[in-house]
């Protein structure tokens, strides 16, 4: 979590080569992808991505288009539209959230 917050990109693709446990869940259910979303650690944003984070996990705040629009990061939405990702089709398939 300290390496997404800190947007330590290096630390992170170490420890996934080390076969660490990228997609564990904080106390909160927070994800290691919502924590850098929340920090506006748009490099490790992306690395995060290209490994298959969970985008569609949530915590109890939402998921990480919740904690973008808290911390109101343009940046973060750009990623998640660069990666196309589903999320913003997301009502469609659960019918809980709408965008």
């Known amino acids: 979590m300290s390496a997404a917050k800190q947007n330590g990109v290096a630390a992170?693709?170490?420890l996934h080569r080390l076969g660490a446990n990228l997609y564990v869940h904080g106390v909160f259910g927070t994800s290691i992808l919502q924590c850098a979303v929340m920090s506006n650690a748009h490099d490790t944003q992306r690395v995060l991505l290209e490994l298959g984070?969970?985008?569609l996990s949530q915590d109890s705040c939402g998921h990480v288009l919740h904690a973008s629009a808290t911390v109101g990061d343009v940046q973060t939405f750009?990623?998640?539209m660069e990666f196309e990702l589903a999320v913003l089709e997301l009502a469609a398939?659960?019918?809980?959230?709408?965008?």
Not at 93 to 99: C, P
């Open 53 to 55: 984070a969970e985008y």
């Open 12 to 14: 992170l693709w170490t």
């Open 78 to 80: 750009r990623t998640l």
């Open 93 to 99: 398939k659960e019918g809980a959230v709408y965008w």
